[in-house]
């Protein structure tokens, strides 16, 4: 490969790289040809971008952009798959999810995810356990409607036993 089309390959997981909030390095060698067909359709559904690439070429793309990756350079090793994503837990939910028919593969190798590095497969439960971003906020709105609808409902229950005395009392009078 010629040194000019290198740089342009390192440009472009560059742009990719800065494009989305979290990438996942995982392993994907052994998979048949069925099984990866059947992963590049599932990331396709779930909106992550899968890339194979050249362990080098990552290293030097990881190099050109902002951020300490330093973590992530040891597992650079054998074939390298990468799992874009802007949803931190999307990739290892699916990742589980389609480990379900096969134990080993895709393995995960490192994941960085909201500026932070995780290695090793033992992380994936973990990762796929971290609240995305609409999930946080979702929490935290409810957290902030409960006491309103606290006293609102406080308020409509006594309005109801208003309601109650004032009818009784009328009819006593009659």
């Known amino acids: 490969m010629k040194k000019e089309d290198k740089a342009i390959i390192i440009s472009k997981i560059a742009d990719t790289l800065k494009e989305y909030s979290c990438f996942y ?26 890339m194979v690439v050249k362990n080098t070429l990552l290293h030097k793309a990881l190099e050109t952009i902002d951020g300490d990756f330093s973590e992530i350079y040891p597992a650079l090793k054998e074939s390298t798959s990468i799992m874009f994503a802007n949803v931190g837990n999307a990739p290892a939910k699916l990742l589980k999810d389609f480990r379900k028919k096969d134990d080993v593969l895709p393995r995960l190798k490192a994941a960085y995810v909201e500026e932070t590095v995780y290695v090793g497969e033992d992380q ?12 946080l906020i979702a929490d935290v709105v409810a957290l902030l409607q409960s006491p309103a609808k606290n006293v609102v409902s406080a308020l409509q229950s006594g309005g109801n036993k208003l309601h109650g005395i004032l009818e009784t009392l009328s009819k006593k009078e009659d």
């Open 25 to 50: 390095l995982v392993e994907t060698a052994g998979l048949n040809a069925e099984r990866t067909s059947a992963l590049r359709r599932a990331c396709f559904k779930d909106d992550i971008k899968l």
């Open 124 to 135: 994936l439960d973990t990762l796929a356990s971290i609240k995305s971003k609409n999930e």
